[in-house]
């Protein structure tokens, strides 16, 4: 596979946990009730309304004398060497908001809205986040068919596994064919983007 996978998903039974643990709310609260009653129609209303798009692309895999290759594009990191020694090839992948739900945030609380502003902000955090882990639920099941298995995945800026890689995960997956941008710093716009390295083992 040379070219990404892209789908929309609307990801509508994402659990509604982790956004109240980004809103600040942890299980057991007190006012857990209360907080509920407040926000869950604003909750269920944007799991419900926003959708994510995900990409994904297969590339084969090796290292060689510490340098991991990854394509046609080499790195060093011993972290990516370590984890992935036994993967011929991996899983690239990454997620991002629709940039028609992402410029709400900043229209909700330019409007003072700031209720709406924040939740929206914690669905789409957490709904870029959950569709890697859809994704990868999706892809276990056709790699267990062909006798592999899929590694944990690790996200650039992790460990040694430099924020710079980003730029290989971004051009490979070509993400600026969908209005997705890369600055100097490699952080990914819109900021409700995500990408991510898995690696793909034999079973046996």
Not at 29 to 54: C, F, M, N, P
Not at 79 to 98: N, Y
Request: charged share 20%; net charge neutral; hydrophobic share 45%.
């Amino acid at each position: 596979m040379t070219q990404p996978v892209v789908q929309w998903a609307p990801l509508t039974h994402m659990p509604l946990a982790a956004v109240y643990t980004r809103l600040g709310y942890r299980a057991g609260y007190s006012d857990k009730t209360v907080i509920q009653a407040e926000y869950e129609a604003l909750l269920k209303h944007w799991v419900a309304t926003t959708r994510v798009r995900i990409f994904y692309l297969f590339q084969p895999f090796g290292v060689e004398n510490g340098i991991c290759r990854l394509g046609a594009h080499a790195f060093a990191s011993r972290l990516i060497a370590e984890r992935f020694a036994r993967a011929s090839r991996t899983l690239l992948m990454a997620a991002s908001a629709d940039p028609a739900d992402f410029e709400k945030i900043q229209k909700f609380s330019e409007a003072g809205d700031l209720k709406t502003s924040v939740v929206l902000d914690a669905v789409l955090s957490e709904k870029v986040d959950f569709a890697l882990d859809f994704l990868e639920t999706e892809l276990k099941v056709q790699f267990r068919r062909e006798g592999q298995l899929l590694g944990a995945r690790l996200s650039c800026g992790y460990g040694d596994f430099k924020l710079e890689n980003q730029q290989v995960l971004f051009e490979t997956l070509g993400l600026a064919n969908y209005g997705i941008t890369l600055d100097e710093r490699f952080i990914l716009h819109p900021e409700k983007t995500v990408t991510a390295l898995a690696p793909i083992y034999a079973s046996n």
